[in-house]
């Protein structure tokens, strides 16, 4: 595969993964600052907080009954594994950390 086709294809899934994690705090760009993609941390209102904690930090209350999260976490599973086959075809060893950090008042990522 070619490496512009990788990356594609990479940052159509980790996009994928970062509206999802958007979502789940209800597209909410006026509290949450940052969104730490490696294990779907928020930062809302300067609190860190993990997604079971988002109504803790948030004026805003999201569903974070078990349901949601599992269906949360099972879109998450799904796309590790996406990105793990996508490593795989292209013959790439498959990263056992990724961070990335998704600002949604800039919509722009960084990934140190």
Known sequence: MKVKAFGNRFMKLTTSIVEDTFVYVGNNCTEVK?????CSIYNIN?????????????????????????DFLDKGVESVEMIANLFQEDEREVPTLMKVTYHPKTNTFDNG
């Open 46 to 70: 300067d609190q860190i907080v993990g997604t079971h904690e988002v109504n803790d930090a948030s004026s805003e209350k999201y569903n974070v009954d078990d349901d949601s999260m599992f």
């Open 34 to 38: 940052s969104i730490y993609m490696y």
